[in-house]
């Protein structure tokens, strides 16, 4: 197989050059061959981005199965009609997105999915790019004596601004308290150990981290702000310019995102699907 990989940063992100269509087509030992070349580039580079792929719904779901169980359906976003297990997100003027704020997407639940697949089906002229940022180098650049307090902590994650998306603007509170009731809420050690590296990781984010277990909210804000502060610099990150039918994917256990939303009023559609468990971790 012709598998061509480039960095996209010495920290994070690679490009691979791959005909993924191709191989899904194929079947067999072609196909397992570039499934197994994509975990092992996603594992080293933790988002990997394959362009100018041309997949039907049915293959990008096939894609993600490889992988693991898929995640159906998402707590809050619409679904693809007819396919639920693809999230498709239209963005616009009137329908402004809800992703440009740094995020590992679902940790408000007591097991967050290992992976998420994102292809582009229509992109703005300019704009729109998505930022990862490596929450290994994110940990390993703290000062030693932070981390060895942070491994002893714990912290509370819920759906943190997605309350928005049960309160509307009719502020239906009682919305709001069931969708909390149905999601609830998860509380994980904020220093992880990666199933497959073994490497430790920081594991808060701004948009579902609520609390330092123990903690006064005071001194839990004040540090989980500057934790914040420190995971956003340039040098933890990636920054992707989206063509059409291109794909990325991203190990959620490790990384964070960012989805710009400086394209507005013009369109924007991309197809998600998240994979839940890693299929081959220990």
């Not at 703005?124 to 390993?140: C, E, I, K, R």
Request: aromatic share 10%.
């Amino acid at each position: 197989m012709n598998l061509n990989l480039e960095r996209n940063t010495p920290v994070i992100g690679a490009t691979l050059k791959l005909d993924l269509a191709e191989a899904l087509r194929a079947g067999g030992a072609q196909k397992q061959a570039a499934i197994e070349h994509v975990y092992e580039a996603l594992i080293a580079h933790l988002v990997i981005f394959i362009e100018d792929q041309h997949l039907t719904p049915a293959e990008q779901v096939d894609f993600a199965l490889q992988f693991g169980g898929l995640d159906v359906p998402h707590p809050v976003y619409q679904t693809l009609e007819g396919c639920p297990e693809i999230v498709e997100l239209e963005n616009d003027g009137d329908r402004p997105p809800d992703t440009n704020d740094w995020h590992t997407d679902l940790t408000f639940r007591p097991n967050p999915p290992f992976m998420s697949i994102l292809y582009a089906k229509q992109v703005p002229q300019t704009g729109g790019d998505t930022l990862w940022s490596n929450l290994y180098a994110v940990f390993d650049a703290l000062p030693d004596d932070l981390k060895a307090l942070l491994r002893g902590q714990s912290a509370i994650h819920d759906i943190g601004t997605f309350r928005n998306d049960f309160l509307t603007d009719t502020m239906d509170v009682k919305a709001v308290n069931q969708g909390l009731f149905d999601t609830g809420s998860a509380v994980h050690r904020i220093v992880q150990t990666h199933p497959v590296t073994h490497r430790e990781f920081l594991y808060v984010n701004p948009s579902f981290t609520q609390h330092i277990v123990g903690f006064k909210k005071s001194e839990s804000d004040r540090l989980l702000r500057y934790l914040y502060d420190h995971a956003n610099q340039p040098e933890f990150q990636v920054r992707y310019r989206w063509r059409p039918n291109s794909l990325a994917l991203w190990d959620n256990r490790v990384t964070q995102h960012y989805a710009i939303a400086d394209y507005l009023p013009e369109y924007r559609k991309m197809h998600r699907v998240t994979v839940i468990n890693d299929l081959r971790s220990p």
